[in-house]
C-alpha cells in the first residue's frame, strides 16, 4: 500500500521569503500522480500543483513550484515570494493511476504541514 | 459554475442520534469520493460512489456507516447511532469521468457529537 509522510508539522516564513515543504511517499508503482493541498482556516482544499510521475519537469504554478525526484520518492513544494494569505495547512498527496492495481482513484494523503507567515 | 456544495456546514448530534450529510458535485460531475479528516490528521477515502453505484467503499467503516449517490439529487453519507469518535469534518471530492485525476472539494461538514 502507498503511503505518504510529511515530516515538518509545522513551518514558518518570513513574508517575502522562500520556504520548501517535505513530502516523501512510498509506492511500488511506476506511474501516478502526486498534489500538493492548500487547505486554509476556511476547510476548503485548494489544489496548489500536481505533478504527473513520467513526467521528469518539475511542475510550476506562479509562485509555487515542485521539486520531484522520482528515485528518492520525494515531492516538495516550494514557495516562493510567501504572502500572508499563504499561510494555511499544506497537504501532500498521492493517487494512482486509475485501474492500476485496482485503484479507483482515491487520493492518500499526509498529516500535513501547518505554514504560518510572519510579516 | 458553483462547486462542490456540502450542507450543513456544521452539524452537531448526541450519542446514539442519526447524521445525514449531503454533497452535490460540480455540474456535470458524476463521481464522488467521500473524505474524512480527524484532528491534526490529513484526510482518510472512505467511499467512491458514482450514480447509482458504490464502486469502492474500502474506507467505510463495516457497521453504521452507509453512502449513496441517487439518480437524482445529492450524494448522502449517512452515520447511524453516532458515537463521539466519529467527530470530524467530512469532506466530498467529484469529478468530471473516472480518468479524471483532479478531484475537485467541498468545504466539508464539521460533525460534532456531544
Known amino acids: 500500500a502507498q503511503t505518504v509522510t510529511q515530516s515538518q508539522p509545522e513551518m514558518s516564513v518570513q513574508e517575502a521569503e522562500t520556504v520548501t515543504l517535505s513530502c516523501t511517499y512510498d509506492?511500488?508503482?511506476?506511474?501516478?500522480?502526486l498534489f500538493w493541498y492548500k487547505q486554509p482556516p476556511s476547510r476548503q482544499m485548494i489544489l496548489v500543483i500536481r505533478?504527473?510521475?513520467?513526467?521528469?519537469q518539475n511542475a510550476t504554478e506562479n509562485r509555487f513550484s515542485v521539486n520531484f525526484q522520482k528515485a528518492a520518492k520525494s515531492f516538495s513544494l516550494k514557495i516562493s515570494d510567501s504572502q500572508l494569505g499563504d499561510a494555511a495547512m499544506y497537504f501532500c498527496a498521492y493517487r494512482s493511476v486509475l485501474g492500476y492495481g485496482g485503484s479507483q482513484g482515491n487520493l492518500i494523503f499526509g498529516k500535513g504541514t501547518k505554514l504560518s507567515v510572519k510579516p | 459554475n458553483a462547486g462542490v456544495m456540502q450542507n450543513p456546514r456544521h452539524l452537531v448530534r448526541r450519542r446514539g442520534q442519526e447524521a445525514r450529510l449531503r454533497c452535490s458535485p460540480m455540474?456535470?460531475?458524476?463521481?464522488v469520493y467521500w473524505y474524512r479528516q480527524l484532528p491534526e490528521e490529513g484526510l482518510k477515502f472512505m467511499v467512491y460512489?458514482?450514480?447509482?453505484?458504490?464502486?469502492?467503499e474500502s474506507g467505510m467503516p463495516k457497521e453504521r456507516f452507509s453512502a449513496e449517490f441517487p439518480k437524482e439529487g445529492p450524494s448522502i453519507l449517512r452515520i447511524q447511532q453516532v458515537v463521539r469518535g466519529d467527530s470530524a469534518a467530512y469532506f466530498c471530492?467529484?469529478?468530471?469521468?473516472?480518468?479524471?485525476?483532479?478531484?475537485?472539494f467541498g468545504s466539508g461538514t464539521q460533525l460534532s457529537v456531544l
Open positions: 505533478q504527473e510521475a513520467y513526467k521528469q
Open positions: 509506492t511500488s508503482e511506476s506511474d501516478y500522480y
Open positions: 460512489l458514482q450514480k447509482e453505484n458504490i464502486i469502492d
Open positions: 471530492a467529484s469529478t468530471q469521468t473516472a480518468l479524471n485525476e483532479k478531484l475537485f
Open positions: 455540474k456535470g460531475h458524476s463521481h
